[in-house]
């Protein structure tokens, strides 16, 4: 019997051990369950507008990870802040092989296929006042799995007389191993078949349809008249990724573990930030105060440094990203 249960026991062991979970490190086939599906109901119930007037301005700022229906008629582009590198402002719309429920479009279809589409709503181009630009950045790869060159990133215009879409622009995938800066597109408007009351236009990406894979990103796109060719820069000057976590190695720790003799060893000394100014100087005089921050809990500052120093910024050219440090020991 002692034997018996013996090799009872040692089986018993030998199934515990052979069903532990084996770590995989793979490409992302879907988004988290709780993530996908908590944009379902604001896509239902959310209404759309009519019609869209100049200016059309979208630099994918906005809450939460499906475009803005106020400015676009589908949602499968996946917006965010951290996928892109150094993109213009905080905040991008990714193209990539997932629908807008964080599903493949197909697992089995690895080969290039057409993916994520990103529809506007109709915008009125009947009556411009005079020179009609579009403009957008773009970016292949960034942190994510770079595009190949069957693979490509596309911007159509809808047609009416023609009742189709017609290609105005494209780009394909250049197996670059490491990210590309993202590249302006200032496109003039012209053809006097898109003066419609409803114009639209939209992004198409062609990539593997079999996940996380292919991946294209798009910031600031603006679409206005009394533009011209050197209208390249617009009136922001933005952050490029959120804010760095306030603890050293960590995102969140429970308070029980903060709140004790070693929350020292827990608090990040400096913290870096990037920003970029995407404007000129000589368009208006003014000065950054990046030194400037104020931590609070329950309404009473713990940390800050609220000193002033005015011109810190002014030096800097347009367009290049900018990392300083700040010390919140």
């Known amino acids: 019997k002692i034997v018996t249960r013996l090799l009872l026991g040692f089986l018993s062991l030998f199934g515990v051990l052979y069903a532990q979970p084996v770590e995989y490190v793979g490409p992302v086939t879907g988004l988290p369950l709780h993530e996908s599906l908590s944009d379902i109901t604001p896509i239902q119930k959310q209404k759309q507008a009519a019609v869209i007037s100049l200016p059309f301005i979208e630099n994918f700022s906005q809450r939460g990870h499906r475009p803005n229906l106020n400015l676009w008629a589908d949602s499968n582009v996946y917006i965010n802040q951290t996928m892109a590198k150094l993109p213009p402002t905080l905040g991008v719309a990714t193209f990539d092989g997932l629908d807008k429920y964080g599903q493949a479009y197909n697992l089995r279809q690895n080969s290039t296929g057409l993916a994520d589409v990103l529809t506007s709503l109709p915008i009125d181009l009947s009556n411009p006042i005079d020179s009609v630009y579009i403009s957008f950045y773009w970016q292949e790869k960034g942190f994510a799995e770079t595009p190949e060159s069957e693979d490509s990133l596309n911007l159509q215009f809808w047609n009416e007389n023609d009742s189709a879409w017609i290609r105005i622009w494209g780009t394909r995938g250049s197996k670059l191993e490491t990210p590309e800066k993202f590249a302006l597109v200032h496109l003039p408007i012209t053809d006097t ?76 000394g400096n913290v870096k930030q990037t920003y970029q100014r995407n404007r000129v100087v000589s368009i208006a005089p003014y000065s950054l105060n990046l030194a400037m921050y104020e931590i609070k809990y329950n309404g009473t500052t713990v940390a800050g440094d609220l000193s002033e120093r005015p011109g810190l910024d002014n030096g800097h050219a347009p367009n290049i990203p900018i990392t300083f440090n700040y010390n919140i020991g």
């Open 193 to 268: 078949a898109y003066f419609k009351p409803d114009f639209k236009f939209r992004f198409v990406s062609y990539g593997s349809r079999a996940g996380y894979f292919d991946l294209w990103h798009i910031d600031e796109v603006r679409l206005d008249d009394q533009r011209t060719f050197a209208d390249t820069l617009f009136n922001d000057i933005s952050f490029l990724y959120p804010h760095p976590s306030l603890l050293n190695g960590y995102d969140a720790i429970p308070w029980f573990h903060y709140n004790s003799a070693v929350a020292s060893n827990f608090n990040e």
